[in-house]
């Protein structure tokens, strides 16, 4: 590797022309041409989840004119038809979001807006907020809510987006009179946050994938399968990590860190870039 980091200062004539070394340029060119075919393709998936927000956001609009009678009377065959179509179409509408949401990520347009941020209150809060969703379908939820209350640097929105889909995620697949409990702990570094779910699990060969976008455990499930890659893409653009530790029959814990750090924006910056600062 020493030897490669030479080959640009020395002259090209200079450079004795093997089999291995054309080899090593048209592996180059193989990987550049790779890289231009992947910023093409989330150019093109960008543009068309873009240009389709518009259109379906105008169905959204005049269906609930119509079922609102604003076009003159329905009839009962009428009205069902058209709720079934409004309710792909609203389906449709959170697709396209989030996969321009995943898209701004990916190609770092979105970068995290830093300002003060409790997580003890963040998590309370979506507990609260969620407690019609939780009563409908019996299940538990246990916050372990820690003595302290470490104020770090955080997205707000992101932070907020990621906290309701793991605990939504949790309760979609908990069962029936099952339990999720929210645990975040206060570390030297960091802040951790576990939430555990009592669920059926996941299996092994799954678990390597579960980030991945598009990527869903069961095919057949409603989603865009972009939820978890957007919260993984979140929680990395804060410097955190995130990670899924399952058992088949026991259900599932869903951990992510966020760092505590020195944030500051410089003159001329965006605000939202981050320096971590390792000196006390």
């Given at each position: 590797?020493?030897?490669?980091?030479?080959?640009?200062?020395?002259?090209?004539?200079?450079?004795?022309?093997?089999?291995?070394?054309?080899?090593?340029?048209?592996?180059?060119?193989?990987?550049t041409?790779?890289?231009?075919?992947?910023?093409?393709?989330?150019?093109f998936l960008?543009?068309l989840?873009?240009?389709?927000?518009?259109?379906v956001?105008t169905?959204?609009?005049?269906?609930t004119?119509?079922?609102?009678?604003?076009?003159?009377?329905?009839?009962?065959?009428?009205?069902?038809t058209?709720?079934?179509?409004?309710?792909?179409?609203?389906?449709?509408?959170?697709?396209?979001?989030?996969?321009?949401?995943?898209?701004?990520?990916?190609?770092?347009?979105?970068?995290?807006?830093?300002a003060?941020?409790?997580?003890?209150?963040?998590?309370?809060?979506?507990?609260?907020?969620?407690?019609?969703?939780?009563?409908?379908?019996?299940?538990?939820?246990?916050?372990d809510?820690?003595?302290?209350?470490?104020?770090?640097?955080?997205?707000?929105?992101?932070?907020?987006?990621?906290?309701?889909n793991?605990?939504?995620?949790?309760?979609?697949?908990?069962?029936?009179?099952?339990?999720?409990?929210?645990?975040?702990?206060?570390?030297?570094?960091?802040?951790?946050?576990?939430?555990?779910?009592?669920?059926?699990?996941?299996?092994?060969?799954?678990?390597?994938?579960?980030?991945?976008?598009?990527?869903?455990?069961?095919?057949?499930?409603?989603?865009?399968?972009?939820?978890?890659?957007?919260?993984?893409?979140?929680?990395?653009?804060?410097?955190?990590?995130?990670?899924v530790?399952s058992?088949?029959?026991?259900?599932?814990?869903?951990?992510?860190?966020?760092?505590?750090?020195?944030?500051?924006?410089?003159?001329?910056?965006?605000?939202?870039?981050?320096?971590?600062?390792?000196?006390?």
């Amino acid at each position: 590797m020493a030897a490669l980091s030479l080959l640009p200062a020395l002259p090209a004539a200079s450079l004795p022309r093997t089999e291995h070394s054309w080899g090593g340029v048209e592996f180059f060119k193989d990987i550049t041409l790779q890289k231009q075919r992947e910023r093409e393709r989330r150019h093109f998936l960008s543009m068309l989840a873009h240009d389709m927000k518009n259109p379906v956001l105008t169905s959204i609009g005049f269906l609930t004119r119509i079922l609102k009678g604003k076009a003159g009377p329905l009839t009962d065959a009428q009205r069902s038809t058209l709720e079934l179509v409004l309710e792909d179409q609203r389906k449709l509408e959170v697709l396209v979001k989030d996969f321009l949401e995943y898209s701004r990520l990916v190609n770092q347009e979105d970068k995290p807006v830093l300002a003060p941020f409790s997580m003890k209150d963040a998590l309370d809060k979506s507990i609260g907020s969620g407690k019609a969703k939780y009563d409908e379908k019996a299940v538990q939820v246990a916050f372990d809510k820690p003595a302290g209350d470490p104020i770090i640097q955080a997205d707000t929105i992101m932070i907020n987006r990621v906290i309701t889909n793991l605990l939504d995620n949790a309760l979609k697949y908990t069962n029936r009179g099952g339990k999720i409990t929210v645990n975040p702990v206060d570390r030297p570094d960091d802040i951790l946050v576990q939430i555990t779910d009592s669920g059926a699990g996941i299996a092994n060969e799954h678990l390597p994938h579960i980030f991945d976008a598009f990527y869903r455990v069961n095919p057949k499930s409603d989603g865009s399968g972009l939820g978890l890659s957007i919260v993984k893409k979140i929680v990395e653009a804060h410097g955190g990590k995130i990670w899924v530790e399952s058992k088949l029959g026991e259900g599932s814990t869903f951990s992510f860190t966020l760092p505590k750090q020195d944030v500051r924006v410089a003159p001329g910056e965006r605000a939202g870039t981050v320096h971590c600062s390792t000196g006390s």
